[in-house]
C-alpha cells in the first residue's frame, strides 16, 4: 500500500532540496595544493564559501626560534616553494636590516638577477596551472617547458632545483658560474618571443576570456581592506609595488633601473603596446586582468634581468660574503617586507642578544590573499569557484607554514 | 611623516593612552594601553594625514624564561606583546603598534589575556587574529568569529608560548 501523508509538502521540507554543503579539497587538484573549501550551495549558486587551511602546517615560527638565521633560510625555501629565491631574499634582508650589513654593489645586481628570475618561474607555474585550473591542459606544458630552463640555470648557480637556500644573509652562497650570464642572456633572448605564444594560448582565448572576464571582480578599497598584495592588488588598479614603494634596504636593489608598476592607470596598462588589448568584457579587478598583471610582470622581469645582467658585470665589489652562523644578533627587532611573485612577504625578527632569534615571523602574502575568498565567491557558480581561487594564485606552503 | 611626528598627534588625541614609544629602534614603535588599542587603529586608518589604510600583519611574542635564575637578568617581567605592522598605500609611510598584555588574565593559568579586535578596522585582522589566538594564545575580545586556524580545533595548549610542551599522544598520533 503506497505511503500516504496528509500533506504532500512535508516531504519537500523533510527533504531540504534548496541548500546543499559541498566539499571541495583538501585533495582538490585545482586547489593548489591542500586547501579545502567548505561551499554552501543552492543549485548551482554558491551563498557562502568557507576555507580550511593548516593541512601543511609545519610550524616553521616555532623552528625558527631554534635555529640561527642562516640555518633557517631553508625553512623559508619551502614556505613558498614556487618561489624559494623570492623568499631567502626577504628573510635575508630582514636578518641583515637589524644586522645593519651593507651589501657591495654587485651583490645587489646579482640579487636582482635571480630574484627576477624566480619571479618569472613563479608565474609561469601560476599562468600554467590557472590554464590546468579552467581545463586547458597545454598551456601547463608549455609555461613547464621553459621553467625547466630556468631551474637549470638555477641548479648551474646553486646546485638544487626547488629549495635553493642561495640568498642567505650576508649574500650568496657562491658566485655564478662562468659563462652563466650568456646563458641566463641566452634564455631571455630565446624566452621572450613567446610569450606571445601563451597570450594565444591563454590571454586571448574566447573560452578563457569567458570564463574570467568579469568573474570575481574586487574594488581596490575591498583588496587594501583585506591586505591583498602583489598582482591581486594591482589587477584592481592599485599602483603600488615595493619594489618601488618598499623600504629604503629593498628599493636600493633597484635603484637606477628602468621599469615601471604594472597596474592599470586610465585604461591602459604600461608596456602594453604589442601585446593583447583588453577584451571588452573584462572589468578592472576580475580574475583576467589579475592573470594580465602576471603576464606583463613577466616581461618586465624580463627587461629587468637584463638590465640587471649589463650592471653585474660592470659592478664592483664581491658577491656577498654570507655571515659566520654564530653571529650574534643585536638586540632589537626587524621587520621587512618585500615583494615576491604573490605578493608582499614580510619577514620579522626579534632577537635579545643571542645567536638564536627569539621569535621570528613570516607574513604570508598567499595568506591575506586567500582570505578574501569568502568575499569574492559569494553569489557566483560553482564551477567559477577555481577560476576565482586561481586567479588569486595562492601557495599553501606559505599561507600554513 | 616621520616616527615623531606620529607620536605628538596620537599623543594630542588620545593623551596617555599612548604608555610609551622608542623612536631610535630599527623599527620605531609606539605602544598603546591595551583597551584603547581599536581606537587608535580606527583613528590611524581614517585620518587624512595618517591613513593607514593597509594592515601588513599581527604578531604576538611571548616574553617568559622558565628559569627562574635568567629569567632574574632578564630585565622585563613576563608578558606577552602584540605587534600590529601597518603602512598606507596612497602616503607611503609605515608604523609599529604594540599592545603590552599579562601572560595570562589575572594571573590564573589558563585564562587568556585579552585585547579588543581590530577586525573592524581592517578585514586583514580577522585571520591574523584568529592565527595569534591560535598559536600565541590570546584572546581577540569582539572578534567575530575566534577559532582556531592552523591547528586542528581540538588542539591543546598554545605552541608559539614560550614554555609551551609538545603533547605526547594526539589521536593515536605519537607526537615525541
Known sequence: MPLELEDPRVIEFDVRTDEMLVNMGPQHPSTHGVLRLVLRTDGEVVSEVEPHIGYLHRCAEKIGENLTPRQWVPYTDRMDYLAGMNMNLGWSLCVEKLLDHQLSEKALHLRVIIAEMGRIASHLVGMGAYGLDLGSFSPFLYAFREREKILDLFEEACGARLTYSYITPGGCTADLPSGWLQRCADFLDQFEPIIQEYHALLTTNAIFIKRTAGIGVMSPEMAIQYGCTGPVLRGSGVDYDLRRDGEARYTEMYDGYAFEVISEQNGHYPKDHDYPAVPKDAVLGDCWHRFYVRMLEVVQSVDLVRQAIDRYSTASGDYGVPIKLTTKLPKGEAYLETEAPRGQMGFYLVSDGNAIPWRVRARSSSFCNLSVTADLCRGCLIADIPAVVGSLDVVMGEIDR | ?176
Request: proline share 6%.
Open chain 2, 1 to 176: 611623516m616621520t616616527g615623531t611626528s606620529f607620536v605628538s598627534r596620537l599623543q594630542q588625541k588620545f593623551g596617555d593612552q599612548i604608555t610609551g614609544s622608542n623612536l631610535e629602534a630599527v623599527d620605531p614603535w609606539i605602544e598603546v594601553a591595551p583597551e584603547s588599542i581599536a581606537e587608535v587603529c580606527q583613528f590611524l586608518r581614517d585620518d587624512e594625514e595618517l591613513a593607514f589604510d593597509l594592515l601588513n600583519c599581527i604578531t604576538a611574542v611571548d616574553y617568559f624564561i622558565a628559569d627562574p635564575k635568567k629569567a632574574a637578568k632578564a630585565g622585563w617581567e613576563p608578558h606577552i606583546d602584540v605587534v600590529y605592522h601597518m603602512s598606507s598605500v596612497s602616503k607611503k609611510h609605515s608604523l609599529v603598534v604594540k599592545v603590552r598584555l599579562p601572560r595570562w588574565k589575572d594571573g590564573v593559568e589558563g585564562q587568556l589575556p585579552e585585547v579588543p579586535t581590530v577586525s573592524q578596522v581592517w578585514r586583514t585582522a580577522d585571520w591574523h587574529e584568529r592565527e595569534v589566538f591560535d598559536l600565541s594564545g590570546v584572546c581577540f575580545t569582539g572578534h567575530p568569529d575566534l577559532r582556531r586556524i592552523l591547528c586542528p580545533e581540538d588542539w591543546v595548549g598554545y605552541p608559539l608560548r614560550k614554555d609551551y610542551e609538545m603533547p605526547l599522544e594526539y589521536h593515536g598520533i605519537r607526537g615525541r
